[in-house]
């Protein structure tokens, strides 16, 4: 027979267990007919005597207590995977809020946030908007800004270095292209910078970090990135130095209600030690300035 033959080895254990079609049939909403047929075709498939049949009911036959025995201990795996699935959808969850370029940082360092055996889940959510967390839309924020209101908790993080980068290969001495975030979403000093210079020849200005990003690095021109994308990714070089005034730090928002909550906590905690660990990257003192 076919192993995945599964219904039919269900419906075999409940003919066991309720010692006949008729309480089988009732157990199940199938008619007795068909469970009848459907054990006779499942002898026929097995090569076995699976029943003996009499007027008071359906005993098992030697071969049939073999099988039940089997069928049970599938049944009750069958019930963990079941019981495992249902589960996940009760775990906890922590929602962590960040702009686009902290997002590209969080999703590449998932494991120091986050790991299959955790007992909650992780929602990671982007927002180029300054972090409120007022309507509880989330249980952590990273912000480029210290929150002045609000029931939150705040913990001061790293410092954050700004510097322009160009692709591998792209003269940066001998060609001024430059790519920029649009003014009209521009919402941060960094994304502004270029459009505030004068004499910026901007050829590739966009509506999202990401794709500044993707842009620079195809060779479009020279950008203002924060150090811990430029410098974390070889494929970029600094076309000048670090951009002093456009520094800052990043602080980390709990809303107040939550921060107590072990899994809120965890992942906090999780997240400022993954920060501090990378200290280095995000003041830009990784990586060297042109000479």
């Known amino acids: 027979m076919k192993v995945e033959n599964w219904e039919d080895l269900r ?17 199940t909403g199938i008619s007795a007919p068909t469970i009848g047929r459907r054990m006779l075709a499942l ?39 079941v019981d495992w699935r249902e589960m996940v959808h009760s ?19 998932l494991r120091h946030l986050w790991t299959p055996q955790d007992a909650f889940r992780v929602c990671f959510k ?15 924020g990273l912000s480029a800004e210290r929150p002045q209101m609000g029931n939150v908790a705040i913990r001061r993080s ?7 980068y160009c692709a591998q290969g792209f003269d940066y001495r001998h060609h001024c292209n430059w790519v920029s975030l649009g003014t009209d979403v521009a919402n941060q000093p960094w994304m502004r910078w270029a459009f505030e210079q004068p004499g910026r020849y901007i050829t590739n200005w966009v509506n999202s970090a990401r794709m500044m990003f993707d842009l620079v690095k195809a060779g479009a021109g020279i950008g203002v990135m924060p150090c811990f994308i430029g410098d974390g990714d070889s494929a970029f070089v600094r076309a000048g130095k670090v951009i002093e005034e ?6 980390i928002v709990l809303h107040d209600d939550e921060r107590e909550r072990e899994a809120v906590r965890t992942v906090a905690n ?14 830009g003192s990784n990586g060297r300035d042109p000479l």
């Open 43 to 81: 002898e026929r498939a097995t090569g076995r005597a699976l029943f003996v049949r009499a007027r008071t009911g359906y005993e098992l036959a030697p071969d049939g207590q073999i099988l039940v025995n089997r069928v049970r201990a599938m049944h009750e795996a069958a019930r963990d995977i």
């Open 158 to 164: 790293v410092a954050v270095a700004y510097a322009p």
């Open 246 to 251: 456009l520094g800052h730090h990043i602080w």
């Open 270 to 283: 999780r997240l400022s030690a993954l920060l501090a660990a990378n200290a280095s990257l995000f003041s």
């Open 91 to 109: 775990m906890p969850i922590v929602r962590l809020l960040s702009d686009s370029t902290l997002s590209c940082f969080t999703a590449v360092s």
């Open 126 to 140: 982007t927002s180029e908007a300054a972090v409120d967390l007022t309507h509880r839309d989330a249980d952590i």
């Open 11 to 27: 419906l075999f254990l409940h003919v066991a267990e309720q010692g006949g079609l008729a309480g089988a049939a009732e157990k």
